[in-house]
């Protein structure tokens, strides 16, 4: 499965829908190598992109969603600190000889998960910081 970066997954805002182009672009890369027979070379890097991405990127909308004073914040913060505990959870798990085919399925669902999330929450969010600078 391939994501592609559509107007369902727009948010309005430059910063936010960039940095989701770039998470897109990783994911369908480690979708790619997994076609290929070599996720489990893919996911090392992909993981610690992840813990990268959700750190910086989490910051960045958290950071907008106090400075617009967005009413939902407290609960999109909890979502991200949420998704960042069981994304450490999950990798936690893998084992040093490398991850396993239900490793591999774990990391995916808990892409759909974000993926879910800027569909939903983050669409919010930018609709709200579009309104609000109008």
Same mark, same amino acid.
């Given at each position: 499965?391939?994501?592609?970066? *559509?107007?369902?997954? #727009?948010?309005?805002?430059? &910063?936010?829908?960039?940095?989701?182009?770039?998470?897109?672009?990783?994911?369908?890369?480690? %979708?790619?190598?997994?076609?290929?027979?070599?996720?489990? *070379?893919?996911? #090392?890097? *992909?993981?610690?992109?992840? %813990?990268?991405?959700?750190?910086? !990127?989490?910051? !960045?909308?958290?950071? =907008?969603?106090?400075?617009?004073?967005?009413?939902?914040?407290?609960? $999109?913060?909890?979502? !991200?600190?949420?998704?960042?505990?069981? =994304?450490?959870? /999950?990798?936690? +798990? /893998?084992?040093?000889?490398?991850?396993?085919?239900?490793?591999?399925?774990? &990391?995916?669902? $808990? /892409?759909?998960?974000? &993926?879910? !999330? &800027? +569909?939903? #929450?983050?669409?919010?969010?930018? @609709?709200?910081?579009? @309104?609000? $600078? @109008?």
């Amino acid at each position: 499965m391939v994501y592609e970066f *559509t107007k369902d997954l #727009e948010s309005g805002n430059a &910063i936010i829908d960039s940095e989701h182009k770039e998470l897109l672009r990783v994911v369908n890369k480690l %979708m790619d190598e997994c076609s290929k027979g070599k996720g489990r *070379t893919a996911l #090392e890097p *992909t993981i610690k992109f992840l %813990m990268d991405y959700v750190n910086k !990127h989490f910051s !960045h909308e958290d950071q =907008l969603q106090k400075q617009s004073n967005y009413p939902n914040k407290d609960n $999109h913060y909890k979502f !991200h600190e949420s998704y960042k505990a069981k =994304l450490k959870e /999950i990798v936690s +798990k /893998i084992q040093p000889s490398g991850p396993s085919v239900s490793d591999m399925a774990a &990391i995916n669902t $808990h /892409i759909g998960v974000l &993926i879910a !999330h &800027i +569909k939903t #929450e983050d669409k919010k969010l930018g @609709a709200y910081l579009k @309104a609000s $600078h @109008a």
